[in-house]
């Protein structure tokens, strides 16, 4: 499973996250996380927590910076195909928490031409 999120900061679905991926690891499930941020601007004991159970990718890991566009205008950024298709091998389900973050699944999913299912919700 791949989820989709904003950043690691401290709050209620942030510790949820977090006892997820110990859980996953425990019962042996693959889990990634793709955090749409840079790792400073995540908490970074909630991060380096999290990353001893999944992997863990952030904004510079799959899109291109350019110098006009930012994580503002997400849809509209470059993406790494090579790195995109890395991040989406052997997910069987991806989840996010907005209708961008759906927006954003479905072009990444047309560029790599892969059918993965995906949940919306809280």
């Known amino acids: 499973m791949l989820i989709i999120y904003g950043c690691m900061k401290l709050g209620g679905i942030e ?33 380096r927590e ?29 993406i790494n195909i090579v790195n995109l298709n890395a991040l989406l091998k ?8 907005t209708g961008q973050h759906a927006l954003l699944v479905n072009r990444l999913l047309k560029l790599t031409r892969l059918e993965i299912p995906m949940i919306v919700g809280v």
């Open 15 to 47: 510790t949820f996250f977090l006892r997820l991926a110990k859980f996953s690891k425990k019962k042996g499930v693959k889990l990634k996380f793709l955090l749409l941020s840079e790792r400073s601007e995540s908490n970074e004991e909630l991060i």
């Open 50 to 78: 999290l990353m001893s159970y999944v992997d863990v990718y952030f904004y510079h890991d799959i899109f291109v910076k350019k110098r006009l566009m930012n994580k503002k205008f997400i849809l509209l950024n470059s």
């Open 90 to 97: 052997d997910v069987k389900i991806i989840h996010v928490t």
